[in-house]
């Protein structure tokens, strides 16, 4: 059975699996001394069932043990964990074997008997580089949820501007629509205007005499153009003007301003940029 040390403060986490119980327990004690926490293992089944219950910096396994042998150890050890550094000990004549298991992902072989200092620094050099993959592993993990983060926050930032977007939309729809609404008001009192002064007449008789607009009597006799009248103020008009009876409104009055020809052009302009602005009138 595997055996656990008492914890202490360490140097690293060590797991050596031999079959050989002398081994084991002269490397423990050396190891112990050098202020490495050690772990015990007969067997590589020992070994898999303490990994699963123990953080282990490295693995030290022997390649030939009766049962599962090292190399077997080694590539189930790195199913278990995958940052766990292995370091394979071998008699003579079991180089190939040991150089098989470095291609399984153990970072080193030592020929027995090994001595404890030349074990040292290959247990050293395995924290080492374990540390290393930890590091790069967390950074990696730090810059996963921070370009995470920073897609998220582009995505809100998209919207955002999307939203922004939308609105400066609206509003400029909506200022659009109120100077469509003023031209309107600004082209038919023009309009009535040059009327007067070119005919000497009144808005009943544009009323009459266009067809355009409607005039009314009133109980007492009195002619109305109510419904051009909205059309003389902003304030007034309705929701949903009828552009197409100003411009035709304008273009009656052109037609009989040719003795005013200032006027006649200040109308034909405010007819063209009323057009402009109908034309390019955005949707609701």
């Not at 582009?154 to 977007?165: D, M």
Request: one cysteine or more; proline letters at 3%; aromatic letters at 4%.
């Amino acid at each position: 059975m595997p055996v656990k040390k008492a914890e202490t403060s360490h140097r690293g986490r060590i797991l050596i699996v031999d079959d050989e119980p002398d081994f084991l327990e002269s490397v423990d004690w050396q190891l112990t001394k050098r202020m490495y926490q050690v772990f015990t293992a007969l067997s590589g089944e020992d070994a898999l069932d303490l990994l699963r219950q123990e953080r282990i910096d490295v693995l030290v396994v022997d390649i030939r043990m009766p049962g599962m042998d090292g190399i077997e150890l080694i590539r189930r050890a790195a199913g278990i964990d995958t940052d766990l550094q292995s370091i394979v000990l071998t008699g003579h004549g079991g180089v190939d074997t040991a150089i098989e298991a470095m291609r399984l992902g153990a970072i080193n072989y030592l020929r027995k008997p090994v001595g404890v200092d030349e074990l040292d620094v290959a247990v050293q050099k395995g924290i080492e580089r374990r540390d290393l993959v930890r590091a790069v592993r967390e950074r990696q993990e730090h810059l996963e949820k921070a370009n995470r983060e920073l897609t998220e926050l582009r995505g809100q930032l998209e919207k955002a501007l999307e939203r922004e977007i939308d609105e400066r939309k609206q509003v400029q729809g909506e200022l659009y629509r109120i100077r469509v609404r003023e031209s309107l008001v600004e082209t038919m009192s023009y309009a009535l205007r040059c009327w007067k002064q070119a005919t000497r007449q009144t808005k009943i008789d544009l009323a009459e005499e266009s067809g355009i607009w409607t005039a009314s009597i009133d109980t007492d006799g009195t002619y109305r153009t109510r419904t051009m009248d909205r059309y003389l103020k902003v304030a007034s008009l309705p929701a949903n003007p009828r552009t197409e009876d100003v411009l035709d409104t304008g273009y009656f009055v052109l037609s009989h301003c040719s003795d005013h020809p200032e006027m006649k052009k200040e109308l034909e302009n405010k007819i063209h940029a009323l057009e402009n602005l109908i034309q390019n009138l955005p949707s609701s």
